[in-house]
Nanobody, 125 residues
Framework: QLQLVESGGGLVQPGGSLRLSCTAS??????IGWFRQAPGKEREGISS????????FYANSVKGRFTISRDNAKNTVYLQMDNLTPEDTAIYYC????????????????????WGQGTQVTVSS
C-alpha cells in the first residue's frame, strides 16, 4: 500500500514562496501529481511528474511560477511555489498514480489511486 506524506504548507505574504514536499513509501508509482482545493471550488490539478519518462505538467494558472521536481534518493516530489497570490490559497494534496496513468489526463483525479492528507497554503498580507 502506497503512503504519501505531505509537508511544507503555511502562511505566506503575496509575492512570497513556499516549497511543498510529498514523500512516498510502500509501493511503486508512475506519477505524482499536485492538486489543490479552495473553499467552494472543485479540486484542481496543478502539476504532475511522470516517473516513467521525467515529463512534467503544469496548469496554466501556475505555469512559470511553480516548479515540480523529484529527489529519487529521498523518494520525494517537491512543488516549489513562487510569486504566490491570494488566489493560490487552498488545501494542497499530492497524489500518486499506479496502473491508471494517462499523460493526457494528468490533471484528472480519476487516474490517481493514492492521496495524501493535504496541507494548507494561505497567501495573505
Amino acid at each position: 500500500q502506497l503512503q504519501l506524506v505531505e509537508s511544507g504548507g503555511g502562511l505566506v505574504q503575496p509575492g512570497g514562496s513556499l516549497r511543498l514536499s510529498c514523500t512516498a513509501s510502500g509501493s511503486p508509482y508512475y506519477a505524482i501529481g499536485w492538486f489543490r482545493q479552495a473553499p467552494g471550488k472543485e479540486r484542481e490539478g496543478i502539476s504532475s511528474f511522470s516517473t516513467t519518462d521525467g515529463r512534467t505538467f503544469y496548469a496554466n494558472s501556475v505555469k512559470g511560477r511553480f516548479t515540480i521536481s523529484r529527489d529519487n534518493a529521498k523518494n520525494t516530489v517537491y512543488l516549489q511555489m513562487d510569486n504566490l497570490t491570494p488566489e493560490d490559497t487552498a488545501i494542497y494534496y499530492c497524489a500518486a498514480s499506479f496502473g491508471l496513468w494517462i499523460a493526457s489526463e494528468w490533471d484528472q483525479t480519476r487516474i490517481y489511486n493514492y492521496w495524501g492528507q493535504g496541507t494548507q497554503v494561505t497567501v495573505s498580507s
